[in-house]
């Protein structure tokens, strides 16, 4: 598990889907997996996986970032929780107050 921390309080799951959606491209199936939760899948088989975590604070907001899926596809899905923690760190988007992807779902 690794944690990025972003100094923003109030990311929801829901703009957590829409930068990994932009950053990761039609490759990636990228949805939320509860109200906290999102879920990305990665190939035709969705072999590779890896989950966020958001975990919503006080001053700051935590996504935790983990690899999923069975021990036999597990190379597959370190790979994408790499990929995965790379878009997040690189994402301006969730640095910056009130800013929502263009086009995206979130009020």
């Known amino acids: 598990m690794r944690a990025i921390t ?3 309080p109030d990311i929801t ?3 957590v889907v829409d930068v990994l959606c932009a950053a990761l ?3 990636y199936r990228v949805a939320r997996s509860g109200a906290d939760e999102v879920k990305v899948e990665a190939g035709p088989s969705h072999a590779g996986q890896a ?3 958001v975990n919503p604070g006080p001053d700051r907001t935590v996504l935790t970032v983990r ?6 596809r597990r190379p597959s899905s370190r790979s994408v929780s790499r990929t995965v923690r790379r878009a997040l760190h690189q994402s ?3 640095r910056m107050p009130g800013w929502r992807v ?3 779902r979130s009020p």
């Open 25 to 27: 491209g039609p490759r």
């Open 102 to 104: 263009p086009g995206s």
């Open 67 to 72: 690899a999923g899926a069975l021990a036999i």
């Open 92 to 94: 301006a988007e969730l």
């Open 13 to 15: 799951s829901d703009e």
């Open 6 to 8: 972003i100094l923003r």
């Open 51 to 53: 989950s966020v975590r």
